[in-house]
Nanobody
Framework: QVQLVESGGGLVQPGGSLRLSCTASGVMFSMRNVGWYRQAPGKDRELVARITTAGSTFYADSVKGRFTISRDIAKNTVYLQMNSLKPEDTAVYYC?????????????WGQGTQVTVSS
């Protein structure tokens, strides 16, 4: 059974940084495209970053230049380094395997990890 677990969220001041982790069991991330999504209150879930099996990365315009997606194949973990955080980055962040263009999530959603950017 495939399971993805997100962690690393928290409360941070504007301009601060956080690193989120997505750890998988039952699937090798090296063989899958993986995306980080977020959902803010009252808004649709949006894909903010993804990494392909080849290691190519793509970002939503709203996070480009501030967020970096990466993976550690040995740990079977995908990370989202978030810098220069803004209040509008406040959301629950989720990871998922993705496929197709436009990318679509393949699994159900886990609990996610809450990121709150506030002074």
């Amino acid at each position: 059974q495939v399971q993805l677990v997100e962690s690393g969220g928290g409360l941070v001041q504007p301009g601060g940084s956080l690193r989120l982790s997505c750890t998988a069991s039952g699937v090798m991330f090296s063989m899958r495209n993986v995306g980080w999504y977020r959902q803010a209150p009252g808004k649709d879930r949006e894909l903010v970053a993804r990494i392909t099996t080849a290691g190519s990365t793509f970002y939503a315009d709203s996070v480009k230049g501030r967020f970096t997606i990466s993976r550690d194949i040995a740990k079977n973990t995908v990370y989202l380094q978030m810098n220069s955080l803004k209040p509008e980055d406040t959301a629950v962040y989720y990871c998922n395997m993705v496929a197709g263009l436009p990318p679509a999530a393949l699994l159900g959603w886990g609990q996610g990890t809450q990121v709150t950017v506030s002074s």
